[in-house]
């Protein structure tokens, strides 16, 4: 089966700054990356996702680029805020099912 | 329009109990899958749906069985709990054509098998 692997585990940053989460899949059928941020107690909630026609992609601060040739795909959150802290997941798609990475703890300091 | 939603939010099991985790969903999605989450792991597909009446396995199905009477629920069920089966357990949908890879999720139930 896909298997996804996603780094860091963990990443702090200063507000404002950026930041990067990198994920990488072994099946090459794959053809729908989302992703996913969770807050604490709550439900995944879909907040980008990209095709595999499709190089990169942008909504306001956060944009997605997907490289197939290497198999990986990244998330970069601009001018963060304390309100993108929260765990995100990167997942890989084949056939309508989700492979999900472990997840990234991201914290904003103020 | 509720979404996804899934019974009960909380529960407590002894090792051994069985009970069935509801899933609902009001979007008329085809397909209906269910996750648990652990900590470091990500979410893990147990089992999924392509449709009303069928099932499928997913990555973790061992000690867990569901049905699809019908379209809108998706039902999961524990027949002889065990602490390794202590998680949270999320429902989604998503339905079929362009677009339709997109994955909505319920509140989640979280499970505490002692």
């Known amino acids: 089966g896909e298997n996804v692997e996603q780094h860091p585990s963990t990443l702090s940053v200063q507000e404002g700054d950026s930041a990067v989460i990198k994920c990488t899949y072994s099946?090459?059928?794959?053809?729908?990356f989302p992703w996913y941020k969770q807050e604490l107690g709550k439900r995944p909630q879909l907040i980008i996702d990209?095709?595999?026609?499709?190089g990169e992609k942008k909504d306001q601060r956060i944009a997605v680029t997907l490289n197939k040739t290497a198999k990986h795909f990244s998330l970069h959150i601009t001018e963060t805020q304390p309100e993108d802290s929260a765990v995100y997941f990167c997942?890989?798609?084949?056939?309508?099912?989700?492979?999900f990475g472990a997840g990234t703890t991201v914290t904003v300091r103020a | 329009n509720a979404g996804v939603t899934q019974t009960p939010k909380f529960r407590v099991l002894k090792t051994g109990q069985s009970m069935t985790l509801l899933c609902a969903q009001d979007?008329?999605?085809?397909?209906m899958y269910w996750y648990r989450q652990d900590p470091g792991m990500g979410l893990r597909l147990i089992h999924y749906?392509?449709?009303?009446?069928?099932?499928a396995k997913g990555e973790v199905p061992d000690g867990y069985n569901v049905s699809r009477l019908k379209k809108q629920n998706f039902l999961l069920g524990l027949e002889s709990a065990a602490p390794s089966q202590t998680s949270v357990y999320f429902c989604?949908?998503?339905?079929?054509?362009?677009?339709?890879?997109?994955?909505?999720f319920g509140p989640g139930t979280r499970l505490l098998v002692l």
């Open positions: 749906s392509v449709g009303e009446g069928t099932t």
């Open positions: 990209i095709r595999s026609n499709v």
């Open positions: 989604a949908s998503s339905y079929i054509g362009t677009g339709g890879e997109t994955q909505y």
């Open positions: 099946d090459s059928a794959s053809n729908y």
């Open positions: 997942a890989a798609s084949i056939e309508y099912k989700l492979s």
């Open positions: 979007m008329n999605h085809e397909y």
